[in-house]
């Protein structure tokens, strides 16, 4: 027996036990996600459900990627009973659900390393503190059509940022994306057509960190289920092609006090773009952990395309208010209270958002505990800046590959204690042993360009 079981989860379970009846659900489907963000689904008969919510659901969690070994594998599931939500596009005679679950250890105790759990700690020491973490991603994703000789997906459209023609194809994609969006309980707020072909951005209101982590993976597979079903491939790669804009997750974040009422981010000084202070104190916090939690923002080899100067990614660790090149962006509120905030511009869409959004909210935790300066705003384009501008301002960049990345994680004291020593060194082993898989490999380009030469 789960020993938080009280009057309002039995409330909520309940709720969706009837519910479930009432609509004659006959499955379930029951997900999480490995560390690497992909996510994990099994489908269980409703007639056991009330079952699973008081005992779980077992399975074999060495099969999963990140959690235990085989000699560990027994994992147990437990249901979240306020992500219940019915699955839009099934038809109402073979109706299903879906619930997002808590994984624990066989002897009733939240598993150490699962992604979720990870952001409750780290969402409940900001509550200690006297704050929440609330936040908001922009998901950027390529929408392609596989080629009948069995090669590289190509865009569907050659449309550009913003475009819009009357019966466009990604109009009516990114529409129907939308309304299965708004079935889960999400709240879109725009959508549009991103800067290179095939490219589109969907954004939803922002929220407390884990339910914008739980929205995050639902319009994941949203975005994927809509595209397949129309014949297409949806995939949030950071960087698919060479020589456009890749795709990223810019997630803009802010501090409130516990009960929701006041933004802490906010101040009534027109003179530092109405920004408190504890914001800086956040800016500070990420920009001092900006190398060493990189490996969790962009967290594949093909990260690290994107993240290059030319394609709106930001390379370097600075902030501004307006300037997009850097690491920080505060964005133009209009001194607007609750609209107070900063925009991280690194994490990709194709990491585990519970893990990101863990370690931007204790960096910022961290800023904010220390006080540390972020230092002024860096109003002019870092790009177009030489190595003596930049070293004078004290800006230094990103790291340029994931093995890099992995390198100054493994040393960060800051990062383990984020993810706590099973997902820090598991995160480690699964990342490297990707690192090597890719460095490995011997690229068209490659061939292309030497095997004749040398």
């Not at 200690?128 to 190509?154: Q, R, T, W």
């Not at 913003?162 to 009516?172: A, K, N, V, W």
Request: include cysteine.
């Amino acid at each position: 027996m789960k020993n938080f079981k009280d009057a309002v989860w039995k409330e909520k379970v309940t709720e969706v036990i009837q519910k479930i009846q009432e609509e004659q659900i006959k499955f379930v489907r029951l997900q999480f996600t490995d560390i690497n963000g992909i996510l994990k689904s099994v489908a269980v008969t409703s007639k056991r459900i009330e079952s699973i919510f008081d005992s779980g659901q077992s399975f074999d969690g060495s099969s999963i990627t990140g959690y235990r070994p085989i000699e560990e594998s027994d994992m147990v599931l437990y249901p979240d009973p306020s992500t219940f939500a019915i699955l839009p596009w099934r038809p109402k005679d073979r109706a299903s659900c879906r619930l997002i679950c808590d994984v624990y250890t066989p002897d009733n105790k939240r598993f150490e390393g699962d992604p979720r759990y990870i952001l409750e700690r780290a969402l409940a020491r900001l509550r200690d503190a006297g704050m929440a973490y609330m936040c908001a991603p922009e998901l950027e994703f390529f929408i392609l059509k596989e080629n009948g000789d069995g090669g590289v997906p190509s865009p569907i459209d050659m449309a550009g940022y913003f475009d819009y023609h009357p019966g466009d194809l990604t109009d009516e994609l990114r529409r129907e994306i939308s309304d299965y969006a708004e079935a889960f309980g999400i709240e879109i707020e725009i959508s549009h057509h991103e800067v290179a072909t095939g490219q589109n951005e969907i954004d939803f209101k922002y929220d407390e960190g884990l339910i914008t982590a739980d929205r995050a993976i639902t319009m994941k597979m949203v975005t994927k289920v809509v595209a397949a079903r129309n014949g297409y491939l949806a995939t949030y790669m950071p960087k698919p092609f060479y020589g456009v804009n890749g795709s990223g997750m810019h997630t803009h974040q802010s501090f409130w006090s516990t009960d929701l009422k006041t933004n802490l981010c906010y101040s009534d000084d027109p003179s530092q773009g109405y920004l408190s202070d504890l914001a800086k104190y956040a800016i500070g916090g990420q920009l001092a952990h900006g190398r060493e939690m990189c490996a969790v923002l962009a967290s594949w080899p093909n990260s690290y395309k994107r993240l290059v100067p030319g394609y709106e990614a930001p390379v370097y660790i600075a902030w501004a208010h307006k300037n997009r090149s850097p690491l920080i962006r505060v964005p133009n509120f209009g001194g607007r209270r609750n609209a107070a905030r900063f925009e991280i511009r690194c994490p990709d869409p194709a990491g585990n958002p519970y893990l990101q959004f863990a370690v931007l909210a204790l960096s910022a935790l961290d800023g904010i505990k220390k006080k540390i300066d972020p230092g002024p705003p860096t109003e002019l384009n870092v790009y177009k800046m030489n190595y003596e501008e930049r070293k004078a301002r004290n800006i230094i960049a990103l790291p340029e590959s994931l093995k890099e990345a992995l390198d100054e994680m493994e040393r960060s004291d800051f990062m383990k204690d984020a993810l706590g020593e099973t997902a820090f060194e598991n995160f480690l082993s699964v990342k490297r042993k990707e690192w090597d898989l890719y460095r490995m490999q011997v690229t068209d380009w490659e061939v292309d360009r030497y095997i004749r030469k040398l």
